[in-house]
């Protein structure tokens, strides 16, 4: 095919000049993410980094130029495994694995890790694309399951209406971006509280003056000082990016109804109250046209919604006094959890925070609790749904009852991504922001996310029972924090970023 030298990118050249939609977009480009991840000549490249005058006589495949059996292998197997749930990041990880197999049909696991280190991926926690690894190579047929069910557990573990299928793995779960008119304006955030519009997405970055993030050198440290007290536990935590694959996105007709950015997944609640929806309606009845409105990796740094930062001390009889960044809705869950805290809250500059963010405060004083007491015990979350963890030799093993599960798999894939998100929130997860408020670490490498090399293993059970299925991986993920914090012992700072350069357990 013929694109124009133009185009820019390999990726801008598949996605709006050609209209392939597989390759996405997870780091605006930063060639961090392997979202974006062809074949050129048989070997996986990130699209969104290479020029496509590079690529000019070259051979390009994308997912949708794989083999239709290949295609169909992988999309079973990660459907039965419960290797995708959003879906956003696998097409660039099945195409990385298909270049692997390729190359070595027999990988074992430390090969199929080291493949995948080009690669993030937030909800899975990697296990489950091993699995997934393994059942293309082994060859093993697929199971029967009700997709129905799978999908209704998805919605509650996901808390925003979600798919199961084959389809998903494929990268079509519905994501905003993909479904947007290929004549459509584009806008992007233009640093001044507006929107910078062009004809297409380089020109509309090009408007705005976008400037490529960069990692920092300035370390993460908690925004708050301990309250004064005589305190036998006390914790801080630092700011914290929910680091969601897809970026917020949303197009609108004129007079129509915008397109969800929730797409196919809730971004952990990070996208709740995302600006682009109104932004796209807006923008498309001043101009009369169709307008995709697009965030950069740096636009959700700087605009999308935390955790609030918290520095907590507590007294031996359980009262203690937590100040937090102020965060509307955050009295009402100290107050129904631990009525005995007292609550301040503080104005401190840095990005928005949010109550949306998971298990926001009362994972917080749930380790704390864990502290006091010195070992972690079952978590009940305000869902219902008991959880329990413990961590020994490399290896997190997790029980949890959460009601009918419906559907084994996806309850377990998101219980897995729980436990790969408490780990990285306890060890190494953090974002640096400086005393005015600014946010330094822009790239989506710098955020602390955990590799698949880096996850240890995680098992897990799952208690059956016959009440109503609730929320299971929130329970699942301050249980994990909570054993991770006290096999630790109980770092009074987080991430426990000091015990991983010392060579502590991971």
Known sequence: MVVPEAAGTLLDALRDHLGVRSPKDG?????????????????PRVACVTPVRRVAGRSVTTLDGLPADQRAAWADAFCATGA????FCTPGIIVRLAGLRAKDPQADDAAVGRSLAAHLCRCTGWRTIHEAWAAVRDGRPKGSRDLEAASRRATIEGRTPQQVGHEVALGEGGFADDGAPADALVAVPDGQGGWAVGETLAAARATAGKVQGRRTTVPVEPPLALPDGDWAVTLRTSWVEPAYLETDASWCAPGRVPASPLGNGGAFGGK????????ARLLADAHGRAVR?????????????????????????GTGVLRAVRTPGL?????????????EEVDVPGPPTSMDARAAGWAELALLRAGLAGVAGAVRSPDGAVAEASVADGRIEVRVACGDPLDEVVLRSYCIGAAHMAFGWVTSEGLAVDGDGAVHDLTIRSFGVVLALDTPEIDVEIVHDDGPPVNGSDAVFVAV???LWVERGCPPDLPDTVRARRGGSR
């Open 293 to 317: 409105v697009l965030l950069s990796r740096e636009d959700t740094v700087r605009l999308g919604p935390k955790r609030p930062p918290i520095a907590v001390g507590m007294r031996s009889d």
């Open 331 to 343: 009295a009402d869950v100290v107050r129904a959890i631990a009525p005995t805290i007292t609550l």
């Open 272 to 279: 709740v109250h995302s600006p682009v929806a109104d932004a």
């Open 84 to 87: 995708s749930q959003c879906g």
């Open 27 to 43: 780091c605006s480009p930063q060639g961090q993410c392997g979202c974006c991840t062809v074949l050129v000549d048989g070997a």
């Open 481 to 483: 924090a909570t054993a």
